[in-house]
């Protein structure tokens, strides 16, 4: 609500969307990396001493923390947001500004594994009974979520890349993850920063690549016992990082709680032109 009234959106703004647990970690630190990469080589890089969540900063996660309203207007453009809101409630001056939003989704099943895992992390933490993968379904299944259903929030942003592709770019976790080559620097055409010839040529686009892979990402000592503030508290960065894998919910998933998701999102998503 205080993102909704304070936040102006520039029309350089780069605003990254995503539903809880669909890649964000990731994203962030590829988006940071790509409009920022004149400097950075693998022996100078941000990412020594800042972590993903603290280069592009979630609005009301981290931006907008108590009744503290910063001055945004000195941030340089063009400015690096993130956020988990869904499209409709988004502060109107994203929409009315026509700043670039990138939404990332992800296969629900290992959505839904990875929200379980991170929920459970914080009830450990907390001393709160930890829930069970039937109880996390049941919750996933109904909608039942800070950010809302899960299929809604996709729908929200899908919608709107249909109504504003040059505005709204929607990328999907699993192709990035085959081709991210391709998908990188359709990432950079987006945002305004395209790859130039050499930049090719001298493997810039595999460079970032390499530098915000998940594994490098993870080992960095700023990960490994670094913190970030947020509304909720300090953070231990090592909680934004488990697999970052595709697939993993065979892992966990029975037979019929897989079908019962699967089912779901073929309902939820009949008629979009999305499907898994």
Known sequence: MVAQEHFKARPTDVLLATYPKSGTTWLKALLFATVNRSP????HTPFATLGP??????LEYQVYIKDHIPDLDVIPSPRLFATHIPFRS??????DSGCKLVYLYRDPKDTFISLWHFANKFRAKDNIKLWSLNEALEHFCNGISTFGPYWDHVLGYWNGHLERPQKVLFLKYEEIMQQPVVHLKRLAEFVGCPFTVDEEKEGGVEGIIRLCAFENLRHLEVNKIGRTEMVIGSVDNSLFFRRGVVGDWVNHLTPEMARRLEETTASKFRGSGLSF
């Not at 969540?53 to 979630?58: A, D, I, L, M």
């Open 40 to 43: 950075h080589t693998n022996s």
């Open 53 to 58: 969540h603290e280069c592009v900063p979630f």
């Open 90 to 95: 988004l502060p109107a001056s994203v929409i």
